[in-house]
């Protein structure tokens, strides 16, 4: 099986009478103000290329407005494009009839919404078996099945509940065990954190950290706030005004963001409790210090270098063998607020 999951090539949104015809004005350097402006269409996206790689959490983020809502949308068609091809796992999406796009969500491609789109007249056990009985399951083994899932989330003994019940928080839980009952590879997560509180947001953000190592789905989570990006993406794609701004690696993001735009982003950041020892280490031998594991983040790695007798550690990896070293001053220059890498685009403002 491929590593790319989902393959998104050349999409764009365009939302107006003429949105064919409106593509072109943005292909030829239109802006999103001008085109709303002078043709009364709203640029949704704008020529998204992003490869979702399969079994890890790609993040899609950016402030309000940005198209982000928009984009996850597209991958299970609750939105058609303008132009554009979405591939999941070998599967044109976009030219899926009826009935099998039917199929791919019901069993391919699950979705957790913010505003947790529960069932206020069922259950919880029906509400999270919801989808398994949409699949063709009986009802009794679905909320059978259900049981396991709520349990996994921290629900067990709430069965019975109403979501009306329960808090945010729970309601949340209830709606992540829904998605994941119907075993689909694909979970698509609209800002599903994004109206709890920090502690619960938190809480969330740990239980699907812990379902994610075992369960390895393909997730594709949106949001709008960087540190959570940053806590659970394996990848990352910031999105601006409908277009890509930067994507990649979180680690690659804070220390060489591409635009004025990232910078403002990540400015207010704690580098030294994200930074990994692996991203800014000399690879080499061995050196005269304290070992560090790659993983380590500068905060906790900066004392024992700062005790060494010439402030240099090594960097070791899962096995414990000696991978590189790294020195104080690279320490602080990575924990020191960025400059832009590749200063192509300042006026965003």
Known sequence: MSDIAISIKGLYKIFGKHPEKAVQYV????SKADLLEKHNHVLGLKNI?????????SVIMGLSGSGKSTLIRHINRL????????????ED??????DELREFRRHKASMVFQKFGLHVHK????NVAYGLVIQGTSLDQAKSDSHKWLERVGLDGFEDYYPAQLSGGMQQRVGLARALATDADILLMDEAFSALDPLIKADMQDILLGLQKELNKTIVFITHDLDEALRIGD???ILRDGEVIQQGDPQAIILKPEDDYIVDFIQDI????IIRIKSIMNKGNSVDGPSFHQNDVLEDVLPGVVASSNHIANVTNDNG?????????????????????????????
Request: glycine share 8%; no cysteine.
């Open 93 to 98: 999406v976009l030219l899926m009839s009826k």
């Open 27 to 30: 292909k030829d350097g239109m």
């Open 270 to 273: 704690n580098r030294g409790r």
């Open 123 to 126: 259950t919880v056990a029906e």
């Open 49 to 57: 290329n992003i490869d979702i790689p399969a079994h890890k959490i």
């Open 235 to 237: 990848s990352i794609a």
């Open 321 to 349: 063998d000696i991978i590189g070293s790294i020195e104080l001053k690279e320490i602080a220059n990575a924990i020191a607020k960025p400059a832009v890498e590749n200063n192509t685009n300042t006026n965003y403002k």
């Open 79 to 90: 939105i058609e494009p303008t132009k554009g091809s979405i591939n999941a796992y070998g």
